[in-house]
């Protein structure tokens, strides 16, 4: 870690990067689109791999009680 000087032990110095292009989701669509055309395995992820993200953000909300009490999140049931 950096600090602003030598001696001192304060904040560290911060550096804020930004990304002016965010080709991502482009990407993923495309070879998405390209496995389909083209008959080939779909290149990253399946649908079981997106049902378990969408698990953990949901226990995610649902460990927070007054989130869990406000929006009424029961326990899910899991799928593996």
Known sequence: MVFKGEDEGG???EQITRYNR???????VFDFADALLEDKPIP????????????L???IYRADPEWALRFDL????QVT
């Open 11 to 13: 904040d560290p110095r």
């Open 22 to 28: 965010d080709n991502s989701w482009h990407d993923e």
């Open 44 to 55: 990253g992820g399946t649908s079981l791999d997106a049902l378990h993200t969408v698990q």
């Open 57 to 59: 953000v949901y226990d």
């Open 74 to 77: 029961a326990q899910a049931e």
